[in-house]
């Protein structure tokens, strides 16, 4: 891999939990070739780390900002961090 990796988290609100959220976010993750993890928080809203290229991890902030069919997304938080060098992706 030439790109260094980058580190987003994002938080997803609006309707968000109960659509699969997670599962689709996955295996988004997973085609993408970005690692990391997905979780609910208590508040409603789907928590996420996506760590990788630079384009890949680009592609799955985009797909925060629409998730998987019957999720209605009403806001995304971004926040950049720095890569801890993760492997493969978690559902929490």
Known sequence: MNEEAIRRR??????VQGVFFR?????EASSAGVSGWVRNRP????EAV?????GA?????SFAYQGPRGA??????TADEEPEGLGG???R
């Open 10 to 15: 994002v938080v997803v609100h609006g309707q």
């Open 23 to 27: 599962d689709s976010t996955r295996r």
């Open 43 to 46: 508040d409603g809203t789907v």
């Open 50 to 54: 996506f760590e990788g290229p630079p």
């Open 57 to 61: 991890v680009e592609r799955m902030v």
């Open 72 to 77: 209605d997304v009403a806001e995304v938080e």
């Open 89 to 91: 992706f978690d559902v």
